[in-house]
């Protein structure tokens, strides 16, 4: 059974940072691409960043793009969404993604695991 466990999320001020983490069991993580996406209240589930199984290559959404930063450590199983800058339109629920096949894929069907989402909330 894989799980993926997301934790970090909280409320924070706008220009503030926000780490989050994501513990994954149940598989071969290093054998996964990562992800991370984020779903707004009334909004689709949209993609956030990506991160190659070794961590050689990312990828993120033009809208966080110099602000976040995805790493894995595939020694402790975990990936990492550094926030930075935050600003109100972050706010969203923050889910960690994981697939088998080797690709940064930025849709929702690009992944077959998913984790049950943390809430990241920032105010202005």
């Known amino acids: 059974q894989v799980q993926l466990v997301e934790s970090g999320g909280g409320l924070v001020q706008a220009g503030g940072s926000l780490r989050l983490s994501c513990a994954a069991s149940g598989r071969a993580f290093s054998t996964d691409t990562m992800a991370w996406f984020r779903q707004a209240p009334g909004k689709e589930r949209e993609f956030v960043a990506a991160?190659?199984?070794?961590?050689?290559?990312?990828y993120y959404a033009d809208s966080v793009k110099g602000r976040f930063i995805i790493s894995r450590d595939n020694a402790k199983n975990t990936v990492s969404l550094q926030m930075n800058s935050l600003k109100p339109e972050d706010t969203a629920v923050y889910y960690c993604?994981?697939?088998?096949?080797?690709?940064?894929?930025?849709?929702?069907?690009?992944?077959?695991?998913w984790g049950q989402g943390t809430q990241v909330t920032v105010s202005s």
């Open positions: 991160i190659s199984r070794t961590g050689s290559s990312t």
């Open positions: 993604a994981a697939d088998p096949r080797n690709r940064l894929a930025t849709m929702t069907s690009g992944y077959l695991y």
